[in-house]
């Protein structure tokens, strides 16, 4: 049998009951690239399996006995690439045309950067705010605190990025991990996404890291992708929020990890707990 010949680039996606925007996901690939591609469909254990049958023949599945999470499903979608540029994204995606080609384009303009991140444009017509810096104690908690009933308040404005030229490349701390362009070799050198991240934070957390190894995460406007955000867990939200509250605890308390901060991480843990109660009590779900 004739080898298949490496593509230029990998896409992997994780999949979790995600059937209707798989589709939309695999039918925006062709034109977001006019390099060759291979798509890694990773199933994080659904209770009903994409149709391997019907996928094209640039993709193919990889099942995972359990549900990984996020990062751990990235992960074994990665594992053997080959390609020097590897795309990290969710299945609710939808590429724009050119876009791919357009991070990579860039990409080459900043040999120091690891990560890349397209303008996202969520399913109302907004942009989303993908490009963030790293979440502190002030930001953090003012953030947290103030986001929905004060939007413009100078915490959240800070930690979103706000204000800044929208159409220019910029290095900012982190990208949403919804869409994300990675070089193979930063992400070799950190050790891929860290798997104790169930949901949520893996992205921050895989931001940190690389900026410790020196590695700058840069924004591209010029690339778009459109994203159906939450779409697999709009049925349990109160799972999410559980993840979500969790996943913020574990990386502060990374970040604060030495002895005399134990009372601010004990402090965080009950505010976060708090938090999650109040957006959770009278739920269901």
Same mark, same amino acid.
């Given at each position: 049998?004739?080898?298949?010949? #490496? *593509?230029?680039?990998? $896409?992997?996606?994780?999949?979790?009951?995600?059937?209707?925007?798989?589709? #939309?996901?695999?039918?925006?690939?062709?034109?977001? @690239?006019?390099? @060759?591609?291979?798509? $890694?469909?990773?199933?994080?254990? @659904?209770?009903?399996?994409?149709? !391997?049958?019907?996928?094209? *023949?640039?993709?193919?599945? $990889?099942?995972?006995?359990?549900?990984?999470?996020?990062?751990?499903?990235?992960?074994? /979608?990665?594992?053997?690439?080959?390609?020097?540029?590897?795309?990290?994204?969710? *299945?609710?995606?939808?590429? !724009?045309?050119?876009?791919?080609? $357009?991070? =990579?384009? &860039?990409?080459?303009?900043? *040999?120091?950067?690891?990560?890349?991140?397209?303008?996202?444009?969520?399913?109302?017509?907004?942009?989303?705010?993908?490009?963030?810096?790293?979440?502190?104690?002030? #930001?953090?908690? /003012?953030?947290?605190?103030?986001?929905?009933?004060?939007?413009?308040?100078?915490?959240? %404005?800070?930690?979103?990025?706000?204000?800044?030229?929208?159409?220019?490349?910029?290095?900012?701390?982190?990208?949403?991990?919804?869409? =994300?362009?990675?070089?193979?070799?930063? =992400?070799?050198?950190?050790?891929?996404?860290?798997?104790?991240?169930?949901?949520?934070f893996e992205d921050v957390d895989l931001g940190w890291r690389l900026a410790e190894r020196g590695w700058a995460?840069?924004?591209?406007?010029?690339?778009?992708? /459109? &994203?159906?955000?939450? &779409?697999?867990?709009?049925?349990?939200? #109160?799972?999410?929020?559980?993840?979500? &509250?969790?996943?913020?605890?574990?990386? +502060?308390?990374?970040?604060?990890?030495?002895?005399?901060?134990?009372?601010?991480? +004990?402090?965080? %843990?009950?505010?976060?707990?708090?938090?999650?109660?109040?957006?959770?009590?009278?739920?269901?779900?």
């Open positions: 049998m004739t080898p298949r010949p #490496t *593509p230029d680039l990998r $896409i992997v996606t994780v999949f979790f009951n995600s059937h209707d925007a798989l589709k #939309t996901f695999l039918g925006s690939v062709p034109a977001a @690239s006019d390099r @060759s591609v291979e798509v $890694i469909v990773v199933d994080n254990a @659904s209770t009903v399996p994409p149709p !391997e049958a019907d996928l094209p *023949p640039w993709a193919r599945v $990889i099942t995972s006995r359990r549900n990984c999470g996020y990062g751990g499903g990235a992960n074994l /979608g990665l594992a053997d690439a080959a390609t020097d540029w590897v795309v990290v994204a969710n *299945p609710d995606v939808r590429f !724009e045309p050119g876009s791919i080609d $357009i991070l =990579l384009e &860039h990409a080459a303009r900043w *040999p120091e950067a690891g990560a890349f991140g397209p303008a996202v444009i969520e399913s109302n017509g907004k942009l989303y705010p993908s490009a963030r810096a790293f979440p502190s104690i002030r #930001t953090g908690v /003012g953030h947290a605190l103030l986001s929905r009933l004060w939007p413009s308040n100078p915490w959240s %404005r800070a930690y979103r990025q706000e204000g800044r030229d929208p159409s220019r490349d910029r290095v900012v701390d982190w990208l949403s991990g919804s869409c =994300l362009l990675l070089r193979r070799s930063a =992400l070799a050198e950190v050790g891929g996404f860290d798997e104790d991240y169930f949901m949520f995460s840069v924004y591209v406007p010029q690339a778009r992708v /459109g &994203h159906d955000q939450g &779409h697999s867990w709009r049925s349990r939200p #109160t799972a999410m929020l559980r993840a979500h &509250h969790e996943s913020a605890y574990r990386y +502060l308390a990374q970040r604060y990890p030495r002895p005399y901060q134990a009372p601010l991480r +004990l402090a965080l %843990r009950a505010g976060l707990a708090a938090r999650l109660w109040w957006q959770t009590r009278g739920r269901e779900d």
